[in-house]
């Protein structure tokens, strides 16, 4: 696709239970970013990729959180016991990786725990 | 136009009005800086970028001045249009240190006609 896509753009989910979301960046892009945005909040860093491995998850609030990108395009932020507090949309985002380059955005998945 | 001369969250303009949206950025190491525009429902959309190595540069009725001596940037809108309301975030990163993206306080911009 032309830009990044982010599946699902909705997902309501009970308390306790395991999520899994997922990023398709644009064809190339080395780089990929996932923020998590609360209402009224600027973006919040949480993991960093350059190619399969994290260049930085200094982001991750915890060990609930989880990402991966196996194959260095792709990628899945996992959320295991998923808490009220983690209610959010999680923004992901990819660039071509090299210095001075922009990060382009998804929609984002809006999360809801119940 | 309107100015606000430290970050405020909120700036309501009237339709034709310049604008300045402000920003202190946090690592004096970063080298690179955006400016995004969020709309709701939407995720940040790239307006114009600035690299440690200027202290200006323009775009289509956008520009972007960065003082590396206070760590500020701004975002100046010139004639500003309804459809410029949305919020604005600066962000900034050290490619150096390959730092991730990291984004400061937005700025809620209101224009009226």
């Known amino acids: 696709g032309a830009g990044v896509s982010q599946t699902p753009s909705n997902k309501v989910t009970e308390k306790g239970k395991y999520v899994e979301l997922r990023c398709d960046p644009i064809?190339?892009?080395?780089?990929l970013y996932w923020y998590r945005q609360s209402l009224g909040q600027g973006p919040e860093f949480l993991i960093y990729?350059?190619?399969?491995?994290?260049?930085?998850d200094s982001g991750l609030p915890n060990d609930r959180f989880f990402a991966v990108r196996p194959e260095g395009s792709v990628s899945t932020l996992k959320i295991q016991r998923t808490e009220r507090g983690d209610s959010a949309v999680y923004l992901c985002?990819?660039?071509?990786?090299?210095?001075?380059?922009?990060?382009?955005f998804g929609q984002g998945t809006r999360l809801t725990v119940v | 136009g309107e100015s606000v001369g430290l970050h405020l969250p909120t700036l309501s303009v009237q339709e034709g009005d310049n604008s300045i949206i402000n920003c202190a950025y946090s690592?004096?190491?970063?080298?690179?800086f955006i400016w995004y525009k969020q709309e709701s429902g939407k995720g940040p959309q790239f307006i114009i970028d600035?690299?440690?190595?200027?202290d200006k540069r323009q775009g289509q009725r956008v520009t972007v001045l960065l003082n590396k001596t206070v760590k500020h940037l701004s975002l100046q809108i010139a004639a500003t249009q309804p459809g410029d309301s949305a919020v604005y975030f600066c962000?900034?990163?050290?490619?150096?240190?390959?730092?991730?993206?990291?984004f400061g306080k937005g700025t809620t911009l209101s224009v009226s006609s």
């Open positions: 600035i690299r440690s190595n200027m």
């Open positions: 064809s190339g892009h080395t780089a």
């Open positions: 962000a900034e990163i050290d490619n150096q240190a390959g730092t991730a993206l990291i």
């Open positions: 985002a990819s660039s071509l990786g090299g210095i001075y380059t922009e990060a382009f």
């Open positions: 690592n004096s190491a970063s080298d690179y």
């Open positions: 990729f350059q190619g399969t491995g994290a260049a930085d």
